[in-house]
């Protein structure tokens, strides 16, 4: 197959990688927007800044050209990017004939005069921009490092359309990475998108050693409001049960490669928000998107209390100590409503 991955950051790059080293051949054209890092990779063969120390495959080809002119000539087209822009690119691949995928998690985080709407996840994004495509997501429990290394890693290709889940499985499985097929793409998007959210809360959590515990709760009732709000969508709620639901909030909420969960950590050590993003270099998604998870909650009427105490926390509304106080102090409620 030929690939082309629009987006050189940390995943974009480790996924790449991946398909460049199937047994089976495919090429990959690793696309990046800034000609600086295009001439640095060409040079280096290594992503110096996101993944440093790992080598690219041979068939791995690095790209500054036009998007589009790459992806008209490939048979997938991941987007890489983060949650950001991929109006943007999405927009730049209208009439796109292969299939495309994107790996962003997330709602949008502002409101866009120009589409009169807010908060949109990555599908409804692409129904309103580029209605043609055929199109979808590959999401799932998966830091960027180990992917890149080759450890084992489990993900889910989710699309309503068949011919973009087998295009990713052709592309990406293999033996160190197995790739599920789901149809449900309003699950899979609304989990990868709050469990970025809810590992700001267990990071602050550990982060002030409130113990296991609570982090375990924090899970476990993050999980529950996670899925009211998918199943409000329309998802399924079997899927918040498998790998982009609890797979990736299990992921995302204990492990430290997380940049959202270290967001929690620092902000527990009493950086500001700014400082926290600032020192990670990476995207962490979830300070993007929990103010449009708790306005799309509300919106259909969904309690989400571990949501709206995050965004209480990132706008400043709430001081670390104090949140754990908010939640504890809610009243006495069924376990399953
Ligand atoms: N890193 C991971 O382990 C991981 C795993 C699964 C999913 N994701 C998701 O994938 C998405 C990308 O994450 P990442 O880790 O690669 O981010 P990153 O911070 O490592 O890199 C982001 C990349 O996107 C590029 N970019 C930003 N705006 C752009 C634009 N307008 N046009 C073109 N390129 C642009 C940046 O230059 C950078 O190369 C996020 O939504 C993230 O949640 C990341
Ligand atoms: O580093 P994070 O917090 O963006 O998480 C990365 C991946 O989404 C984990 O699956």
């Known amino acids: 197959m030929k690939i082309v991955v629009l987006g050189a950051g940390a995943w974009g790059t480790a996924l790449a990688m991946g398909a460049a080293r199937q047994p089976g051949g495919h090429s990959v054209a690793l696309w990046a927007r800034d000609g600086q890092q295009v001439a640095d990779m060409q040079a280096r063969r290594q992503n110096a800044r996101y993944l440093p120390g790992i080598d690219f495959p041979p068939a791995l080809s690095v790209s500054g ?5 790459l992806a008209r000539s490939a048979d997938l087209v991941i987007v890489a990017t983060p949650m950001a822009a991929l109006r943007s690119m999405l927009l730049a691949l209208r009439g796109c004939p292969a299939p495309v995928a994107w790996l962003c998690k ?4 502002v409101a866009s005069a120009d589409s009169g709407s807010y908060g949109l996840l990555a599908h409804e994004v692409c129904a309103q921009v580029a209605p043609d495509l055929i199109a979808g997501v590959l999401s799932g429990p998966s830091f960027a490092q180990e992917v890149a290394r080759g450890q084992p890693t489990a993900l889910v290709a989710a699309s309503r359309h068949a011919l973009v ?4 499985v052709a592309a990406f499985h293999s033996p160190s990475l197995r790739v599920y097929a789901n149809d449900d793409i309003v699950g899979v998007e609304v989990g990868g998108a709050v469990k970025n959210v809810l590992a700001i809360a267990t990071g602050l959590c550990d982060g002030l050693n409130l113990g296991l515990n609570a982090r375990a709760a924090l899970i476990t009732r ?9 199943v409000a969508l329309g998802a399924r709620p079997d899927t918040f049960m498998g790998l982009s639901g609890m797979g990736d909030l299990v992921l995302t909420a204990t492990g430290d490669l997380s940049r959202n969960r270290r967001v929690g950590l620092l902000l527990a050590q009493g ?6 993003v600032d020192s990670l270099g990476h995207v962490a998604e979830g300070v993007y ?28 509304q709430l001081a670390s100590a104090d949140a754990v106080g908010l939640l504890m102090g809610r009243d006495p409620a069924s376990e399953l409503r």
């Open 106 to 109: 997330g709602f949008e985080a």
């Open 65 to 69: 050209a036009d998007p589009l002119a």
């Open 222 to 230: 993050g999980l529950a409001e996670m899925t009211r709000l998918g």
């Open 165 to 168: 889940r087998d295009a990713l």
């Open 289 to 316: 998107c929990a103010r449009t998870v708790a306005q799309r909650a509300a919106g259909l009427g969904v309690d989400m209390p571990i949501t709206q105490a995050v965004v209480a926390l990132l706008d400043g």
């Open 271 to 276: 950086q500001t928000l700014q400082q926290a």
